[in-house]
């Protein structure tokens, strides 16, 4: 539990420690890994390179604990995380080891201004946020049922390994030989992989392209030669795994989703971007209702736009758009497929999605109608 004079302490240094976050939880990782080198497995470490990673925990924490006594209004990014967690099998266990290490961290970081009281504090604060994860994140763990919950990664072997764009986009379809279930999902969920190189393990999660079909996922990969730092799960699958070879895997994940009753959908994809998009097309699709639908893909070439024979086929006459390098997508372009009724669904990089989302203000578009997916950590809760 947490006192009024302890909530004080924390709302008042939360300021001072949201704006050296990046110096704070830099110092934390350093000794947490140190201490505890088998939480590399878990890490990203393609994310920590690049920092984004530190940062979204660390605001993560000085948000909730700014609005430690109305938490519920972080539900929604709470729920996207434990997700995250979950398939990441992010266990109980490893909440004592982060908030001793955070703690550490920010004591390291104020020095002499380090205090009995503002550690306390803090560490009421850390545990009070560090259940709420917990619990919620056992939750999800037992929807896998009695027999699931704790198997953690499943390998699943892949049935079909395909070229299907330009960058190029290879896509994976895959099935479960260990007599275990293909667990169901809804369109916008993910599945995470965990390839082993170099002695650690390295985990990703990838977009399921379509509604369950009951037997199999599919999945899409972009090769990320060009990019630093280097995309190394998917890298050595696009290189080095064949049909016939199985992945470690976790079960389904994530709070990205149609929404169901929205008259008016528009669809915004950057590249590889489409994945998750396409299975909501899909699902609208299936349910008769893919007149609702408007899709916006903005790709380097045409050859780059996965999927497009499928979705042009199925998408209304004008509904599908394609805007190539070049070709820019302006407020304009948006403006006109925005009603008060439309839901907007972006995935794309995010200095791109941070553009759309200035247009969508810009043309006073609700913000409870954006529904945005990013593949790096999200740093979801630095916007509110
Ligand atoms: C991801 C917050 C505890 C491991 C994240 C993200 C946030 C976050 C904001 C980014 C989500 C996104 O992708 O948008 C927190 C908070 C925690 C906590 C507030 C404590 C209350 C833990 C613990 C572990 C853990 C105990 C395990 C040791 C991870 C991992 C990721 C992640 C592995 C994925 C990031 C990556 O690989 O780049 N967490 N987390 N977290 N968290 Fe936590």
Redesign the pocket.
Known sequence: SITEEQKNIVRSTAPILKENGKEITSIFYKHMFAAHPE?LN???Q???KIG??PL??A???YF?AENIDHLHVLIP?IK??AH??RA?I??PE??P???KYLLLAIKEFLGEKATEEILDAWAAA?NI??KI?IDLEQQLYDELGPDERDKGFVPLTIIKKENIASGPIVALTLERRDGGKMHNYHPGQYITFRIKKDGSFH?RHYSLLEPFDGKTYRIAIKDEIDQEPKGIVSNEIIDNYKEGDAILTSFPAGTFALIQDAKHHLFIAGGIGITPLSSLILELHKKNQIKSATLIHCVPTKEHAAFSNELKSILPENQYLLFCQGEKLGKDDLQKFLTPDTHVYICSSIPFMNKLEDYLAECNHPSSQIHTE?F??????LKN
Request: charged share 0%; proline share 2%; aromatic share 10%.
């Open positions: 939480l878990l890490f990203n393609t994310n920590q984004t990673q979204a925990l605001n993560t924490v909730a990014q996207l995380i995250k967690h990441l992010v266990l490893h909440y080891i982060v908030g850390y946020i560090a994860f985990n990013v790096q950590p999200s740093l979801s809760v």
